[in-house]
């Protein structure tokens, strides 16, 4: 039986991230787990209207998409619970910058992407910061035959529902592939 | 030591789900994982230009979002092998309506989404169809305590770095919450 909830969101779980820009010419991280990716190069933080970071993001065209492991996941909580208005939180973390001299990165984080504003979508408390990636890196223990081993960078995953964050778990299957026996 | 990847996409894992339209009239079904939350009523998946799904959703204005299980990753991935250009995929399913009456959804899928076309991002190569969610449907079965309960949904995440599914893991901590122990 299906059961009728109203309008509600239950695309989860999805990638707990630490957002990070420069406000006022400072280093901020911000944690967000409404996001997505939009086609291979782009990713899409959702960050209601009332963060401080939203600020700086406009203002520099740029910002950081740091993935935290599960062993930070005190610090990434954290991180969701104060604002930059009243705390430093970038004394949490090492920071470092890539090519663009406005995106802060979590060296703590094992995968860091600097990225280009290319657009804003504007939603009634929501902006939501299309940006394009222009230079990613890893830690390189999270490495396995040169690609980025999800199962090493361990992400922190968010659901909504009951407000909660999961590991990642078993590997299913291979993709593009276990599908092809049904294709008889 | 931080490697330099490039421009690399690394945001996984992110829910594989299902997306229903109609094309040509028929109910249509299409794999797609390059999804996120735009704000708390909308959702946005990055479709391919040149996937048969697309020009249905143009057409109707609207398209549903279904969470299959675990236990069906061999069926969701076939639906990302072929098109229905030359497969009726709505074959494998059983459809169902909800108040549009242009966004099919699966019975099968324990989770459920009707959404409206809000607008389309116009990427190179990707069409991004950002949709209000208009309702939702779930299994009675995956609830606790009236509330969507993900270790009962068991979504598929998809890992584009390895091509592969994974199940969701242990639970890490109550967000909004762990986090407090460090603001002392």
Redesign the interface.
């Known amino acids: 039986?299906?059961?009728?909830?109203?309008?509600?969101?239950?695309?989860?779980?999805?990638?707990t991230?630490l957002v990070g820009t420069l406000v006022n010419g400072k280093p901020n991280y911000i944690t967000i787990a409404?996001?997505?990716?939009?086609?291979?190069?782009?990713?899409?933080p959702?960050m209601n209207k009332r963060h401080y970071t939203n600020a700086g993001i406009k203002a520099t065209k740029t910002f950081s998409?740091n993935?935290p492991s599960?062993k930070m996941?005190?610090?990434?909580?954290?991180?969701?619970?104060?604002s930059g208005r009243t705390r430093n939180k970038a004394d949490l973390f090492k920071t470092?910058y890539?090519k663009l001299e406005t995106a802060p990165m979590i060296?703590q984080c094992s995968?860091?992407?600097e990225c280009e504003l290319v657009?804003t979508?504007d939603?009634?408390?929501?902006d939501?910061f299309?940006g394009k990636?222009?230079?990613?890196?890893?830690?390189?223990t999270v490495?396995t035959d040169d690609?980025?081993?999800?199962e090493k960078?361990k992400?922190?995953?968010?659901?909504m529902?009951?407000?909660?964050?999961?590991?990642?778990?078993?590997?299913?299957?291979?993709?593009?592939?276990?599908?092809?026996?049904?294709?008889k």
Chains 1, 2 share one sequence.
């Not at 939009?38 to 899409?44: A, C, G, I, K, T």
């Not at 996941?73 to 104060?82: A, E, Q, S």
């Open positions: 039986m299906k059961a009728e909830l109203g309008v509600k969101n239950c695309l989860y779980p999805l990638p991230v409404h996001v997505g990716i939009m086609d291979l190069e782009s990713v899409s959702g998409i993935i599960t996941v005190k610090v990434t909580d954290f991180c969701g619970l104060v470092f890539g060296e995968i860091n992407m657009k979508i939603f009634p408390n929501h939501v299309i990636i222009i230079n990613t890196f890893c830690d390189e490495l690609e980025v081993d999800i960078v992400p922190i995953l968010f659901v529902n009951n407000q909660s964050y999961y590991g990642i778990g078993e590997k299913l299957a291979k993709a593009w592939s276990i599908g092809k026996e049904l294709d």
